[in-house]
């Protein structure tokens, strides 16, 4: 008996060894893609990887414990925790539209400030068509051709889960407080003149870092304030959020302005410029960081990249109410930003659908 006890105990830490060396491999993997470059979609499925493997092994050193309360107390934890995760999925378009509410009486109504009224609505549209089985109603080859649509959501949703990874493990990239430039990124003004408190509370975070640079024993940086002048607008962006620093405490002479700039990839693009022409020392390259709210700076982060800006993002909160709406819009402009590779996968679902609708139009 006890041979057989050694024995069945070696083959556990085997099994925990090996695992945990699986596990350490993903990690270590995902650790060396995003300290490089966190900046990339790919660091999410990484992470997922590493943190799928943990959970293994976590399970594994649990229910061999021996520990019976233990392990009836984790199991139960798990299955809560699993029951709520179904419960937001099932409920999730009651949820959506309890923030649509919200979101209509404290904020403007705006396209933008709806998205999770329309994305409730469609929701509790396909709810209700499979409540009502709706599709005994139809030919059999639109039904053929319909379900595509489980799995072009199921894709969808695949998507968004990863941004939301990437967009959650960008808020801890290391801050290193030695930087030569901080670059706040524009916003539109109220009444074509004022910085609105969503636009102001980028700067007040920018001017809270180089305070803490400072704090530190480090220089000052410059604060390159980019955004241009639109349509309805008195004065550009730059100027606006240069005033609004100055006003509170910034030094003049520290400002740099890049007033022309219309989207955040020219924000980057721009900055760059107005970087290089100003930074005093040319054989080596400028630290920079970039300042906007914190559901917006993994995807300003990627626009950086794509103008060979080499720079990170630091975010200002926002309450927690407007994060739906703006969550949303930022996946949605992520997805188009990688709009080929994702047409061709859905493109390749719709043939799978069209293909499968034919045979059973002819079959029938």
Known sequence: ????????????????????????????????????????????????????????????????TGNNTFITFMGLLFIVLVGIIGLVLLMGWALLLWNAMIVWKRESHTLANMLTLFL??????????????????????????????????????????????????????????????????????????????????????????????????????????????????????????????????????????????KNTLQNMQFSKRVIATDFATKDVMPRVKFFTNNYHTFRAGLYARMAGLKANGVGSKVRLYFLPNALIREFAAIFLLNKRRHMIIIVGLLAIAIFSAIITAINH
């Open 1 to 64: 008996m006890e041979q057989v006890a050694n024995a069945s105990l070696g083959r556990l830490i085997g099994v925990v060894v090996i695992i945990g060396l699986i596990m350490l491999v993903f990690l270590g993997v995902f650790l060396y893609s995003w300290l490089k470059e966190p900046r990339r979609l790919i660091n999410g499925i990484l992470f997922s990887l590493f943190f799928g493997v943990f959970l293994v092994w976590l399970a594994v050193l649990i229910f061999n």
């Open 120 to 261: 409730a609505l469609l929701l509790m549209g396909y709810w209700a068509f499979n409540l009502l089985s709706a599709n005994r109603f139809l030919p059999e080859w639109l039904n053929a051709l319909l379900g595509v649509i489980p799995a072009i959501g199921t894709y969808m949703v695949f998507c968004s889960y990863n941004y939301l990874v990437n967009a959650f493990l960008y808020q801890f990239v290391p801050r290193n407080y030695r930087q030569d430039y901080l670059i706040v990124l524009g916003a539109g003004l109220i009444d074509g003149h004022k910085v609105s408190r969503l636009l102001g509370s980028r700067i007040d975070r920018a001017l809270t870092y180089a305070k803490k640079q400072e704090q530190k024993g480090r220089p000052l940086p410059k604060i390159v304030f980019s955004g241009g002048q639109g349509a309805d607008e008195q004065l550009s962006e730059a100027q606006a959020m240069a005033d609004y620093a100055v006003a509170h405490g910034w030094p003049q002479e520290l400002v740099v302005l890049e007033a022309k700039s």
